[in-house]
């Protein structure tokens, strides 16, 4: 049962990071929580800067007149652009860390 399996396997992950944070030192471990925060702090901007992204995308569709078809495919051509600059940097730095 999928809600069943989804609990249990929430319930494990958060028993094994509790676990893994009692195994580090204390200041590895503080770091870490601290860096959590960071990035989470982050994902709410970016979250941000992605909706005023779409707001003004819509408003630069109504601006020209162009029919709604184009800013879903503006949407959907930025989406791709951000998922493949990302790519191409984890690519470069798996490639750098090899060398």
Known sequence: MP??????RRR???????AVLKAMPSDKAQA?????EKADAWLFVASGAA????????TL???YRWP?????LLVA???SLCVANTLA?????KAVKRK
């Open 68 to 72: 709604a078809v184009v800013f879903w």
């Open 61 to 63: 569709r109504e601006t």
């Open 77 to 79: 051509l930025m989406s």
């Open 3 to 8: 809600p069943a399996y989804y609990w249990l």
């Open 89 to 93: 940097r984890v690519h470069r730095g």
């Open 12 to 18: 494990r992950l958060h028993a094994y990071r509790q």
């Open 51 to 58: 909706l005023l992204a779409l707001k003004e995308t819509w």
């Open 32 to 36: 870490f929580r601290s860096f959590r």
